[in-house]
């Protein structure tokens, strides 16, 4: 489904947790597609470690 964007601006220790909360409640909604942003093309790296980068391949290494 595509329907409105919503952005999530990535900073360097960004607050994984608070995103999570946000995103899973803007994705149960459905009619909204969700995209993360930076200012630069450096990868981010949360309060709690996590990268963008990490993410996405243990999401592929999941089948998502």
């Known amino acids: 489904m595509q329907g409105k964007e919503v952005l999530v601006l990535l900073t360097d220790r960004w607050a994984d947790w608070e995103a999570a ?3 899973a409640g803007i994705k149960s909604i459905g009619q ?3 995209r993360t942003i930076a ?3 450096k990868p981010k ?3 709690g470690g996590d990268s963008r980068r990490d993410r996405l391949r243990y999401w592929r290494l999941c089948g998502f």
Do not use: E, G, N, R
């Open 39 to 41: 200012v630069d093309k």
């Open 45 to 47: 790296a949360s309060i």
């Open 32 to 34: 909204y597609d969700v």
């Open 21 to 23: 909360y946000a995103v």
